[in-house]
């Protein structure tokens, strides 16, 4: 009875160790019981806005992103608005179309289908998923060899 005890003991540290140390993303989370379409499906606001690793939360949320939401949803579609801020001018900017994640999943492609971006219809944007909590996602992709690291809750 004994040594069926520390076989079991043995096998379960084995499968802990393996199961636990396994993250699809760079920070996380190493286990959730939610998919990951559950997850990323969430209305998202910046938390945080770095362009080439130096912080810009305040001037993008206050003049180009002013009122940023990214809705997400679980059957493949999103949209997102913001007010782009010139002067004393509000331009209220929306987009729509389809998301999908990369064949490995840690990436979400989004494909453009409307809206009044600079971006035409039927262009993708990758970006790379660094975080995909129920309450975080965090995302990094590059535009015009700029990397752009945005935080979301």
Not at 5 to 33: M, Q
Not at 45 to 59: L, P, R
Not at 72 to 78: P, V
Not at 128 to 139: D, P, S, T, V, Y
Request: aromatic fraction near 16%; glycine fraction near 6%; include cysteine.
């Amino acid at each position: 009875m004994k040594r069926i005890s520390t076989y079991f003991f043995i096998l379960l540290v084995v499968i802990s160790i393996t199961f636990f140390s396994c993250k699809k993303y760079p920070d996380g989370p190493a286990f959730s019981l939610r998919s990951k379409s559950e997850r990323l499906s969430n209305l998202w606001k910046i938390e945080q806005y770095k362009y080439n690793g130096s912080d810009s939360t305040a001037f993008v949320k206050k003049y180009l992103f002013n009122n940023y939401r990214l809705d997400i949803e679980k059957k493949g579609e999103y949209i997102f608005d913001y007010n782009l801020v010139i002067g004393s001018a509000l331009i209220p900017i929306s987009e729509s179309g389809k998301w999908v994640f990369s064949g490995d999943k840690k990436s979400v492609i989004f494909t453009k289908e409307s809206g009044n971006t600079s971006a035409a219809a039927g262009t993708n944007a990758t970006w790379e998923i660094l975080r995909l909590k129920e309450k975080e996602f965090w995302a990094k992709y590059t535009q015009d060899d700029n990397v752009i690291e945005v935080h979301f809750n």
